[in-house]
């Protein structure tokens, strides 16, 4: 078999309708962006599944490392006061 | 002797956590530490699904142009289009665990990579397009709705967007048997010799008895399967069966009986040679499918030279 290139991969992200978060459907091949967008259009939404596309050269996403997780997400795990739940309301006091 | 010890012992430790990890019902995402076996299981495992849908276009293909109505010949593209897309899904998934499209369709071409047995068996009459839907991709649905739980999140993604379309797949199906069975006789026939000849290769598509399955161990540990062959398969009789009743089909099996006390139905002995013969590359099809894939490869092979010769050329521009 020859060399034969499967093209560039890109990652995929649809919006199901306005208002909501382009949610990562997964990827495809493609040598440009317009054939990426294309492509995952035929691909990842068939069904009306989406109002909006972005496909994203997958390496030129930064990916945190998940051995490093626990070390990395540190700084948020000791600060509970970030939470409402945190403090004491005074009895009686209402619609807060 | 400290050296080997020092070598191992971080993997070990490894391993153990990762097992907790999905004894506990996690999914394991692509950057995870993974047990080497796990990897090249779920490479084989995906791949091999993968493969499965795209060769799965071939029987359904032959019968687009014969289509009997304008009706039926739109809804064949789209079912077709889906399989495309599912397996473009697969492929997606399998390439997390770091295995390449171009090595993939090398596995397949050179049959180091199976797809379901069950695509070596030609799709002889309209009949059988019925019976693809409504009986190959019904199994398809049974075993792929377990997978929906699979420890691998990529995978278990990728089944959940497949289930959502399958059973479209499925009723498109029926509803060709449905309609056969309410025509003339020779349509009557027709449906029920696709019957005849689908039923025991669908069994066969849920694989080996569980004693005889040789993936299945770890396979169990990691979650990475969550119901055993036998189980699927029993499952998917069960609902065969009255669907069947409905339209007046005879599913081809004289030992098939309700049993009250298990509330499961008994079946015949698969014809476990049959399903090796096939397996083993000796089935109806299996050279005409992969000479089909390669011939489609590599006739599409300028389409994907002159797309990167664009890119290029885009670059120059304006770089």
């Known amino acids: 078999m020859t060399t034969d290139s499967q093209l560039d991969l890109w990652e995929v992200f649809i919006q199901s309708r306005n208002g909501s978060h382009h949610i990562h459907a997964g990827s495809v091949h493609a040598s440009d962006r317009k054939m990426a967008l294309q492509n995952a259009r035929d691909i990842y939404t068939r069904r009306g599944e989406g109002t909006s596309i972005w496909v994203v050269p997958a390496n030129a996403i930064a990916a945190s490392n998940p051995d490093d997780a626990d070390m990395f997400f540190d700084p948020a795990d000791d600060k509970v006061y970030r939470h409402p739940t945190f403090y004491t309301m005074p009895e009686g006091a209402k619609q807060i | ?319």
């Not at chain 2, 990890?21 to 791949?47: C, F, I, N, T």
């Not at chain 2, 009706?71 to 295995?99: F, N, V």
């Not at chain 2, 669907?243 to 008994?266: M, R």
């Open chain 2, 1 to 319: 002797m400290d050296h080997q010890n020092t070598v191992v012992r971080p993997n070990e430790e490894r391993l153990s956590k990762f097992e907790e990890h999905v004894g506990e019902g996690k999914a394991v995402e692509p950057r995870d530490w993974m047990p080497e076996e796990y990897r090249s299981h779920l490479v084989r495992q995906m791949s091999q699904h993968a493969h499965s849908e795209v060769i799965g276009m071939q029987p359904e293909g032959n019968w687009i142009t014969r289509a009997p109505s304008i009706r039926a010949k739109q809804i064949l593209l789209a079912k077709i289009q889906d399989e495309g897309g599912h397996g473009l899904y697969l492929y997606s998934a399998a390439e997390t665990l770091g295995i390449s499209r171009v090595e993939m369709i090398e596995q397949l071409q050179t049959g180091k990579a199976k797809y379901s047995n069950i695509f070596n068996y030609p799709s002889l009459t309209w009949a059988d397009i019925g019976a693809i839907g409504w009986l190959v991709d019904g199994a398809a649905i049974v075993n792929q709705v377990s997978l929906q739980r699979t420890s691998y999140g990529p995978y278990s993604r990728a089944m959940v967007r497949i289930c959502k379309e399958e059973s479209f797949h499925q009723r498109q199906g029926y509803e060709i048997m449905a309609n056969m069975m309410n025509g003339t006789a020779d349509q009557k026939e027709m449906a029920q010799d696709a019957m005849n000849r689908w039923w025991w290769p669908s069994l066969m598509m849920f694989g080996p008895h569980d004693g005889e399955s040789p993936h299945s161990a770890n396979a169990f540990k990691w979650k990475i399967k969550r119901h055993s062959n036998d189980e699927l398969r029993q499952k998917f009789i069960d609902k065969t069966v009255q669907q069947a009743e409905v339209i007046g089909l005879t599913i081809p099996d004289p030992d098939l009986k309700w049993n009250e006390e298990k509330g499961h139905y008994d079946h015949g002995e698969i014809d476990w040679d049959e399903f090796y013969r096939v397996i083993r590359g000796n089935g109806p099809l299996n050279k005409q499918r992969i000479a089909h894939h390669v011939k489609a490869h590599e006739e599409g092979a300028w389409v994907r030279e002159a797309a990167e010769a664009y890119k290029t050329k885009q670059a120059q521009k304006y770089n």
